[in-house]
């Protein structure tokens, strides 16, 4: 056996082992501990060889006898089993939220696959602290909240789930129809972000203090008379001397 011939099948093996590894190593082992930490089953899952084969032990020489469950989960029906852990896994694989297997076992709400939960309003209200009810929408929406100044002078708001593709934001836009209003339209993607928490303002009042003499800074009105008052009883006249306090 020639030595060239030795160098290249060590060459390839080195390759080979090298891809091997590369293959199996976890999108981020920290994440992949704190979502085990919160789902104890994950390397019972799909997720064990997408997201955390090392981690899970699914590294090996022979493939792998697995058995794969549905991800039971201990968190709400649409919540990611840990956001920190979405956000290192992204940074291991950009595209993390394209892979659905990633998105919808583990990164649900961090890849918005996630309805969310608006203030709701179908019908004209005068403040929006009076719009506490809430919905839940679609997927494709997102929530809104729409000012608006009738041609008769009435002001108020609606709010709710609209579409995410009709959801652009409107300045002073000039609405025609049965009758004609003006209307500032804005929409988000967060829960319950279309209305903003009450506040509790605070007023300061400003005070102003009159100071007045005390017994111990007025002047001896007939001692302080004289020309050397200051001199001769400063203590007598300490309003005239300038020694109050």
Not at 9 to 27: E, P, T, Y
Not at 33 to 41: C, E, I, L, S
């Amino acid at each position: 056996m020639s030595m060239p011939f030795v160098i290249t099948c060590c060459i390839l093996l080195l390759i080979s082992s090298v891809h091997s590894q590369n293959a199996c190593a976890d999108l981020d082992t920290q994440a992949c501990a704190r979502m085990h930490a919160t789902q104890p089953g994950l390397c019972e899952t799909s997720l064990a060889d997408s997201a955390c084969p090392e981690y899970c032990g699914k590294c090996s020489t022979l493939p792998p006898q697995t058995t794969t469950v549905l991800l039971t989960t201990t968190t709400k029906p649409c919540e990611d089993i840990d956001t920190l852990a979405c956000q290192k896994m992204q940074q291991s694989k950009p595209d993390l939220c394209l892979d659905d297997s990633l998105a919808e076992l583990a990164c649900k709400r961090f890849c918005g696959r996630c309805p969310v939960e608006c203030y709701s309003c179908p019908t004209l209200v005068r403040s929006l602290s009076e719009c506490r009810a809430t919905t839940t929408c679609q997927v494709s929406e997102a929530c809104y909240v729409m000012e608006v100044f009738d041609f008769d002078a009435s002001h108020g708001f609606r709010a709710g789930c609209m579409p995410k593709d009709l959801c652009i934001p409107h300045n002073n836009e000039l609405m025609v129809g049965r009758s004609s209003s003006t209307v500032h339209t804005s929409c988000c993607d967060t829960d319950r972000c279309n209305i903003p928490p009450t506040t509790t303002t605070t007023t300061t009042t400003a005070t102003t203090t009159h100071r007045t003499p005390n017994s111990h800074c007025l002047d001896n009105a007939i001692i302080c008379r004289e020309n050397k008052a200051c001199i001769q009883h400063p203590f007598e006249c300490p309003r005239k001397c300038g020694i109050c306090h």
